[in-house]
Nanobody
């Protein structure tokens, strides 16, 4: 059974930093890409970035490029999202999701990712 569990959300001040974690079980991540997505109230879910778990190649959405970094720890089957200088408009529920097996980080369309975590709330406010 595939399970993804996000953690690390909470209240963060503008200009601070945060790191979200996505712990995976029930699958060998080496054949998957992992995406990070977010959904703000009243808005559609959008992708912010993804990583090929096998080789660490990443792809970021333009609006967050330069402010986020996605990485993984193979020994822990965990993927991280580091966000620097968050802004109030980054407030959202953040989700991680896996691609289908034998796939790569080439798209940030939520419909292309079949397995999802439950999400973690990030609130950027002073």
């Amino acid at each position: 059974q595939v399970q993804l569990v996000e953690s690390g959300g909470g209240l963060v001040q503008p200009g601070g930093s945060l790191r979200l974690s996505c712990a995976a079980s029930g699958l060998n991540l080496d054949t998957y890409a992992i995406g990070w997505f977010r959904q703000a109230p009243g808005k559609e879910r959008e992708g912010v970035g993804c990583i090929n778990y096998s080789d660490g190649v990443t792809h970021y959405e333009d609006s967050v490029k330069g402010r986020i970094r996605i990485s993984r720890d193979k020994s822990k089957q965990t993927v991280y999202l580091q966000m620097n200088s968050p802004k109030p408009e980054d407030t959202a529920v953040y989700y991680c999701a896996t691609s289908p097996p034998d796939s790569y980080c080439y798209t940030l369309l939520p419909s292309e990712y079949p397995y999802w975590g439950q999400g973690t709330q990030v609130t950027v406010s002073s």
